[in-house]
Nanobody, 115 residues
Framework: QVHLVESGGGLVQPGGSLRLSCAAS????????MAWYRQAPGRQREYVAYITRAGLTNYADSVKGRFTISIDNAKNTMYLQMDSLKPEDTAIYYC?????????WGQGTQVTVSQ
């Protein structure tokens, strides 16, 4: 079982930056990828980005060019650098670990982009 803890959320002005972290503990064996999702009020949870253990990355079109996902395998920690933030990026951000047929989720961290 994998335990995930997100951190780094907060309030930022439009155009600003934040870096989210997702620290993983437990059995990380057979982890295929780690990913970020987000959920805005009244909306379904949506995919943001993923990174494989080998470092391959993928981004949703809405964040491409503004967000950068990375991983420190030695620390079992994943990051999401968010630049040029927009009000529509406001959401709770969740990290996920995929281990084949099973997924583990963190509790989320709030990101608010507002004047």
């Amino acid at each position: 079982q994998v335990h995930l803890v997100e951190s780094g959320g907060g309030l930022v002005q439009p155009g600003g930056s934040l870096r989210l972290s997702c620290a993983a503990s437990g059995n990380m064996f057979n982890t295929y990828l780690m990913a970020w999702y987000r959920q805005a009020p009244g909306r379904q949870r949506e995919y943001v980005a993923y990174i494989t253990r080998a470092g391959l990355t993928n981004y949703a079109d809405s964040v491409k060019g503004r967000f950068t996902i990375s991983i420190d395998n030695a620390k079992n920690t994943m990051y999401l650098q968010m630049d040029s933030l927009k009000p529509e990026d406001t959401a709770i951000y969740y990290c996920k670990v995929n281990q084949g047929s099973s997924d583990s989720w963190g509790q989320g961290t709030q990101v608010t982009v507002s004047q």
